[in-house]
T-cell receptor
Framework: SQQGEEDPQALSIQEGENATMNCSYK?????LQWYRQNSGRGLVHLIL?????REKHSGRLRVTLDTSKKSSSLLITASRAADTASYFC??????????FGPGTRLSVLP | NAGVTQTPKFQVLKTGQSMTLQCAQD?????MSWYRQDPGMGLRLIHY???????DQGEVPNGYNVSRSTTEDFPLRLLSAAPSQTSVYFC????????????FGSGTRLTVV
């Protein structure tokens, strides 16, 4: 079964609004990563947050991690049409492989 | 610097045929892996390698073989293609020991008829 599960499965917002996606996981992790996939392309690494971190920022992206709840959220502020993509979380444990969730499809409408 | 290069981009096979999906990276990454992506199921790990000469199975290895004779190359072989192997295949690589983030190839879209 998938380690990471994104929520919601699909999200539609207007340009300029904020988009929030959530990821829940089941076992302990060393870090959690978020990836973006544009239609027909490979995944692109966005941001990594380690298990001893609670929040991280990168440009318009803000990621939080709550290890007690085994959950993470990705916030995209002031969204643009170019942010339309699928977003995946991946959990990582030392000595083990990445485990990806099924993803959230984000549509940003102009 | 090309990153991770996958070939071919598209392929149609008949049931029972074999083929090799190529993956090469020029970043001297120790770790390489193959995933398949199916609608609604995210990415599932097929095989992975932590260095030349070392490979191991992932979540869905049946019907696939891999080898890692060099650091740069990690080909995926379909032994006898089946319609259930219709999917998009991604190769990814990263540094070790703690993978900081995968670099993905652009994918191979495979259809088995």
């Amino acid at each position: 079964s998938q380690q990471g599960e994104e929520d919601p499965q699909a999200l539609s917002i207007q340009e300029g609004e904020n988009a929030t996606m959530n990821c829940s996981y089941k076992t302990s992790i060393n870090n959690l990563q978020w990836y973006r996939q544009n239609s027909g392309r490979g995944l692109v690494h966005l941001i990594l947050i380690r298990s001893n971190e609670r929040e991280k920022h990168s440009g318009r992206l803000r990621v939080t991690l709550d290890t007690s709840k085994k959950s993470s959220s990705l916030l995209i502020t002031a969204s643009r049409a170019a942010d339309t993509a699928s977003y995946f979380c991946a959990t990582v444990n030392y000595g083990q492989n990445f485990v990806f969730g099924p993803g959230t499809r984000l549509s940003v409408l102009p | 610097n090309a990153g991770v290069t996958q070939t071919p981009k598209f392929q149609v096979l008949k049931t029972g045929q074999s083929m090799t999906l190529q993956c090469a990276q020029d970043m001297n990454h120790e770790y390489m892996s193959w995933y398949r992506q199916d609608p609604g199921m995210g990415l599932r790990l097929i095989h992975y390698s932590v260095g030349a000469g070392i490979t191991d199975q992932g979540e869905v290895p049946n019907g696939y073989n891999v080898s890692r004779s060099t650091t740069e190359d990690f080909p995926l072989r379909l032994l006898s293609a089946a319609p259930s192997q219709t999917s998009v295949y991604f190769c990814a690589s990263s540094i070790l020991p703690e993978p900081n983030g995968y670099t993905f190839g652009s994918g191979t879209r495979l259809t088995v008829v």
